[in-house]
């Protein structure tokens, strides 16, 4: 029977926490009918295709552990026969079950059987993982703390009977943080990924599983950078099971079976390529690919999700190279749009970016990217349309700033992360909107704008420079130096480009080395803009703030970066240093409409810091505590002002772990 898409719309409305949290902090939707977007959950996507809803064609049914998108959805395939169309559009996401970490599927006899950790999931098409049958073995079968923990079934040696896969990350040697020599190598060792089998010396109805053993290639363990999501399938057509692996980072490891079905031997790995000659990538990291033959032409397909939500096809050509299967290049799949979503991690900021009245978005994400999404429905509307999501170029090129192999404070396994942030402002007085941006490097760049109000066309990066007094001040941690006048600050950070003292010049107020909310001045000298050293000048306001206050009123809601501030002292937003460091997101506006410039600040939603007073080269501010109750927080929260139904009166968007966008009316607005 074929649950109605009323029923499962009633389940998400029971379920989900970002719907039921708080009715005021509502997700923006495109508003647009017929757009088609990249399909996407919240931040990491476990994709798990299989025949949902009973009507004889594939869906997708993605797990997101993430909050506040946490949950199992069903994206049904409108379409029809896979076969005939690979690509098909699905309707969007429908919640019908929480999610959680390591949510695996596997194929028994044609049928999906879900696994986690130490369980199974019988009655999973009615009731997602809400149901659980403990498998016998505990829940961690490696010796040291996984963070990776993958659950498969399969036949493992053709016996019949159904044994145990596993996949772990192992991440004892990596350890986490800060731990580079002077010249910017890894003194650490790497996150390790293994595969264990629990071979099933029962039978399928009453199970017994051996010990846990590793499964070997050649006389060592098969391993991969961790996060191994451990797929065995006949990749090769030989009639045996071969092993394919995906990885904390972003390729695919391959294993060949030159055994056979019931006697199984693993060659050395091979990283797998693309049809075109490169290694075959997706396009972020923390991958999870499934096997299964989705345009069922007889081979193997994988079905692939992304950390930022998205989930591709990497279509099986049905080629060999070096014995290894050859894949497509990944293609991600669309849905029907619904909320606002550009990857995960997204750090808005309300803008007329096209000069066309109305307030456009623009975004940064886990990924690096920076996007336009435009606003079509002009000014005092509110409930915009809006478009897709367009990245935006720097000389021809999509703007993504990336690790690298040792950009992150927090080590190489970070390497395909940017997470951009970023302010739109006419930084060179030209007239016309640039971008300012900072990233997980903590380089602080601008962009010129070398086009037109109209159609903004972005140069290339150059540096934020300062007029240093003395030598540029250093991050305590880390082996990343700055270079010249260049600005190298705290990471994940919002470098704010904001005329503060209203003179007319763009100054730049962001955290400094040391994590104090800084003021850079902008001044002129010899006819040209120059940014001052910074200064200490933000403070808690003396009778507002009693000493080390913290929001206690909703400490209930555990919000990951307390706002904690001193009597008088300078405003330091973070104290942490190397991976603790940065990561606020920070708004100024004048929020209550009094005249004076306030900080939005990320927490739960966000702080709003109010000014009370300034005198003497120095700014006040209280902590008037979140702007509503509900904790949309992950990582965290990344907020901006928007007015779309122009009143003068600045309305919140925050911009979630989850890539969606939560708009609130200021109490204020009418």
């Known amino acids: 029977m074929k649950p109605s898409h009323f029923c499962l719309v009633a389940l998400t409305a029971l379920f989900s926490g970002h719907a039921a949290a708080n009715d005021t902090l509502t997700p923006l939707k495109y508003n647009n009918p017929g757009l088609v977007v990249d399909l996407g959950v919240g931040l990491w996507a476990w994709p798990m295709p299989m025949d949902f809803d009973r009507d004889g064609d594939l869906d997708l049914v993605v797990n997101c ?26 309707k969007p996401g429908v919640r019908f079950s929480k999610g959680a970490q390591n949510v695996q599927v596997s194929y028994v006899d044609g049928k999906p059987v879900v696994m986690t950790p130490g369980m199974v999931h019988p009655d999973f098409l009615k009731t997602g993982i809400e149901q659980e049958v403990k498998l016998g073995p505990a829940k961690n079968i490696h010796m040291n703390k996984v963070r990776a923990n993958m659950w498969r079934s399969v036949d493992y040696d053709g016996d019949g009977q159904q044994d145990l896969i596993v996949g772990v990350g192992d991440w004892t040697e990596y350890g986490w943080d800060n731990a580079y020599d002077a010249n910017g190598r890894w003194m650490n060792g790497p996150i390790r990924g293994y595969v264990y089998l629990l071979r099933n010396t029962g039978s399928n109805d009453k199970p017994t599983y051996d010990k846990a053993k590793k499964v070997m290639a050649t006389d060592r363990p098969v391993e991969t950078f961790g996060w191994p999501s451990p797929n065995f399938a006949d990749f090769d057509g030989d009639g045996d099971l071969d092993l394919l692996c995906g990885e904390f980072l972003d390729g695919f490891t391959y294993f060949e079976n030159t055994g056979s079905r019931t006697q199984p031997k693993y060659a050395l790995s091979k990283r797998l390529k693309a049809e075109t000659g490169n290694y075959l990538t997706m396009d972020l990291e923390m991958i999870t690919p499934t096997a299964f033959d989705w345009d069922k032409d007889g081979d193997m397909d994988l079905i692939v999700g992304d950390e930022d939500g998205r989930v591709a096809l990497v279509e099986n050509t049905g080629k060999l190279a070096e014995k290894a299967p050859v894949f497509k290049e990944p293609v991600y799949f669309q849905q029907e749009a619904d909320q606002i979503k550009f990857g995960a991690l997204v750090t808005p900021v309300g803008f007329d970016w096209d000069g066309d009245g109305d307030m456009d978005l623009i975004c940064g994400n886990t990924a690096g990217y920076v996007a336009f999404i435009e606003n079509l429905s002009g000014k005092s509307v509110e409930k915009p349309k809006w478009a897709a999501p367009v990245r935006l170029e720097a000389e021809g090129k999509a703007i993504r700033p990336m690790a690298g192999p040792n950009g992150s404070i927090q080590g190489p396994c970070e390497a395909k992360w940017g997470y951009t942030t970023q302010t739109v402002a006419d930084w060179d007085g030209d007239g016309l909107p640039d971008l300012v941006l900072n990233s997980i490097l903590g380089k602080v760049v601008w962009y010129k704008n070398i086009g037109t109000r109209a159609k903004p066309k972005l140069g290339a990066a150059q540096p934020v420079d300062v007029e240093w007094n003395g030598p540029q001040p250093h991050l305590a941690y880390g082996w990343l130096k700055p270079k010249g006048k260049a600005l190298l600050t705290q ?6 480009a904001v005329d ?5 010049l763009m100054d730049l107020v962001m955290l400094d080395q040391e994590g104090y909310l800084a003021f850079f001045e902008r001044a002129k000298k010899d006819g040209k803009l120059i940014l001052q050293h910074p ?22 809601l555990k919000v990951r970066n307390p706002v904690e501030m001193k009597a008088g002292e300078a405003l330091r937003l973070n104290a942490g240093i190397a991976g603790k460091s940065g990561r606020r997101k920070i708004c100024i506006m004048d929020w209550d409409s009094d005249g004076k410039l306030d900080i939005l600040l990320n927490s739960a939603n966000a702080n709003f810091i109010r000014q009370t007073s300034g005198a003497d080269g120095k700014w006040f501010f209280a902590d008037m505590g979140l702007l509503s109750d509900a904790n949309i927080e992950g990582h965290d929260v990344s907020p901006t002002t928007v007015d779309f139904n122009d009143d003068g009166i600045p309305d919140f968007v925050g911009g979630a772990e989850d890539g969606h966008l939560y708009y609130l009316r200021n109490p204020k607005s009418k």
Do not use: S
């Not at 503060?500 to 007319?504: A, H, P």
């Not at 306001?541 to 206050?549: I, L, Y």
């Open 65 to 90: 552990p993430d909050k506040p998108y946490n949950g199992i959805y069903f994206f049904e395939n409108a379409t029809g026969d896979t076969a005939k169309n690979k690509m098909p559009v699905f």
């Open 491 to 496: 990471w994940r950070t919002t470098p704010v």
């Open 500 to 504: 503060w003292n209203k003179d007319g």
């Open 535 to 556: 200064k200490r000048v933000f403070c808690a306001d003396k009778a507002a703030q009693a000493p080390g206050v913290v929001d206690k009123a909703l400490a209930h």
